[in-house]
């Protein structure tokens, strides 16, 4: 099985199913295969093929992970960058990767035009609008593609994507991962997790990010479930998405569950609960006050595990977020 391959079957078996969701837009796996489909032929059509390296600079949006799996259905190589980084550091990526597209989200425009200044043969695509001279837009492109599948031959060994490194000690390097790679990781998740069909996971980590593309995005999608996309976090706007979306499954750092339960202690909202979040994955280390103070918020865990620092991450069924951060500690509340 490969990334790609994953999108294709749950199209096949599960075609009315809603399999993504962003900024008030959804698809079923059906639809969203299309689109994919449309941009891998795309792609094709524009010299993009097996083993090019196409980088990615987006917030979390339906059209970066569209992006994503088109590259991966044609045996292409997806470079996810931080959409944090510097124009230099993006520079390093788009030279160390052999990049030959970047695909830009317009809100990135300026920081993208610096990083691509002087690389006459690094194309542009542009998502969400056309601020950056010499860019394409996104849908206009994808628009010339057909819906058929694209019909490469991808295997298991194939590379999926270069994840690059924050770089803390040295330049970022670039990781080789296979698709192989990327299921199994996806495997494991799904049985560690104990996901089903039926979860509806949103996703407020990075999925430029190892963290929020294979350890949460694909897993959902190797079950057939839906992932929502929150472009960017906010604790306000994750709090209402998960009321709102009937949200099922969340991973985020414990800072983020804190700022969360902070959010629905606002005035107005005093003890507002915010329940039914049947899968809570911790995404990081972190002191024990830290995470005692993410754990005060969340009550009547079914299961437990991923211990760090003596403090237990609730990660499965019967989770709820109630805002009440009694006994979190100073400087909190």
Request: aromatic letters at 6%; one cysteine or more; glycine letters at 12%.
């Amino acid at each position: 099985m490969t990334v790609g391959g994953l999108l294709a079957r749950n199209a096949r078996d599960w075609p009315e199913r809603v399999g993504l969701e962003e900024g008030g837009r959804s698809w079923t796996f059906a639809q969203w295969n299309a689109r994919v489909n449309r941009l891998a032929h795309a792609f094709l059509g524009d010299g993009i093929g097996r083993g090019t390296r196409v980088a990615l600079l987006s917030h979390n949006r339906e059209e970066l992970v569209t992006a994503y799996l088109a590259t991966q259905k044609i045996a292409a190589v997806p470079v996810p960058m931080n959409f944090r980084l510097a124009s230099g550091e993006i520079a390093h990526i788009l030279d160390d990767s052999g990049a030959r597209m970047l695909i830009l989200e317009t809100d990135l425009a300026g920081v993208a035009a610096e990083a691509a200044a002087g690389r006459p043969d690094v194309a542009l695509l542009e998502i969400g609008g056309r601020e950056l001279p010499g860019a394409r837009d996104f849908e206009t492109f994808l628009a010339a593609g057909g819906e058929a599948e694209p019909g490469v031959p991808v295997g298991e060994d194939d590379v999926a994507c270069f994840l690059y490194t924050s770089g803390t000690t040295g330049r970022p390097k670039g990781v080789v991962h296979t698709h192989a790679a990327h299921v199994a990781l996806s495997m494991g998740c799904v049985m560690e997790y104990g996901l089903a069909r039926d979860e509806r996971a949103l996703n407020i980590a990075p999925v430029y990010h190892v963290a929020g593309m294979q350890s949460w995005f694909l897993p959902h999608l190797y079950v057939g479930a839906t992932n929502v996309l929150l472009r960017r976090y906010d604790p306000e706007a994750a709090v209402r998405a998960t009321a709102e979306a009937g949200i099922t499954s969340l991973y985020a750092v414990p800072t983020q569950v804190v700022t969360m339960l902070l959010s629905l202690n606002a005035p107005g909202r005093p003890g507002t609960e915010l329940g039914g979040i049947p899968t809570a994955k911790r995404g990081s280390a972190c002191p024990a006050a830290s995470g005692g103070r993410a754990i005060d918020g969340i009550r009547s865990a079914d299961r437990v595990a991923d211990v760090t620092e003596g403090v237990r991450y609730p990660i499965a069924h019967g989770t709820q977020f109630t805002g009440n951060l009694e006994g979190a500690g100073p400087g909190v509340g």
